[in-house]
């Protein structure tokens, strides 16, 4: 007996074959027209009804994708160009304002102070955060803001001839500190003013000198940029007036470099000493 055995060959899958192309740039098309080439030798993918449709939506897929990745770009470069133009007006906006603050900033002295300045506001102080002070050669002015509807029962103002304390009852002190320079406690008072400031006028017992701080260890100013009031020159008596009128002459006179009253009286006098004696010899004299 002969057994029969019957074989079927079964069809072995396709090998995947490789592509290989070089991209021009100046012939885009080039690599394109290679690709249809190979497809039409590895496949019969081309002579499909559906082939150019499919390969036309694959191009409209690509286009639409490089479209949304521009979109994408332009979007971040106009964020990044907006946050440029916001950042560059920023940097103006603080230097604009650093030109208009004072020369020195944020430097702590006594308690209560958050900046300070060596340029003097119009009444020849200083206006901080907290409050503000002015001053003449007779007196000092502290003015600090309250809450509305401010009592008098409730401030403490505690005045002595070289401290001075300033604030609210069951609060930490506005202002507290040893003051620039001793005052005349009896000639010296406060009161609420406008029912949201506290007003408080100090006499100095030195009434011929300006106040480079309200309190030691404060933020200072130049007191050559001190500007008296004319109009109150005609209320001091006239030796007063000699002097702060003097005080304001040396003062021009430094900010310009030039001799002060009294190098210029010593010029003076060195002149008409050299006149009276031409048999001496000053060709080596220094003068001081």
């Not at 001190?226 to 002097?243: F, W």
Request: charged content about 35%; glycine content about 4%; overall charge negative.
């Amino acid at each position: 007996m002969a057994l029969i055995s019957e074989y079927e060959e079964e069809e072995s899958p396709a090998q995947p074959s490789t592509f290989t192309a070089t991209f021009d740039p100046s012939n885009p098309l080039g690599i394109v027209e290679k690709l249809f080439d190979f497809l039409a030798a590895e496949s019969d993918y081309l002579s499909k009804d559906a082939a150019e449709k499919e390969i036309a939506a694959v191009v409209k897929a690509a286009k639409e994708k490089r479209k949304r990745k521009e979109e994408a770009a332009e979007r971040e470069k106009a964020a990044a160009a907006a946050k440029a133009a916001e950042s560059n007006k920023r940097l103006k906006e603080e230097e604009k304002e650093k030109k208009k603050k004072p020369e020195k900033e944020e430097e702590k002295g006594a308690r209560g102070f958050v900046m300070t300045s060596t340029v003097p506001n119009k009444g020849n102080g200083l206006d901080m955060d907290n409050y503000s002070w002015t001053q003449t050669l007779q007196e000092v002015t502290v003015l600090v803001p309250v809450p509305h509807g401010t009592k008098s029962r409730f401030v403490v103002c505690d005045i002595k001839k070289n401290h001075l304390k300033i604030g609210l009852k069951g609060q930490p002190p506005i202002l507290e500190g040893e003051l620039y320079k001793p005052i005349k406690v009896d000639d010296c008072y406060w009161s609420i003013e406008d029912q949201n400031t506290i007003s408080v006028l100090l006499t100095k017992h030195d009434q011929m000198e300006w106040w480079k701080s309200l309190v030691k260890g404060g933020p200072e100013i130049d007191t050559q940029k001190v500007e008296p009031e004319n109009s109150k020159l005609a209320d001091l008596d006239p030796e007063t007036r000699q002097t702060v009128e003097k005080m304001m002459f040396d003062q021009r006179q430094k900010q310009m470099g030039r001799p002060t009253s009294d190098e210029i009286q010593k010029q003076d006098i060195l002149k008409k000493f050299m006149a009276e004696h031409p048999e001496m010899d000053f060709s080596r004299a220094k003068i001081n």
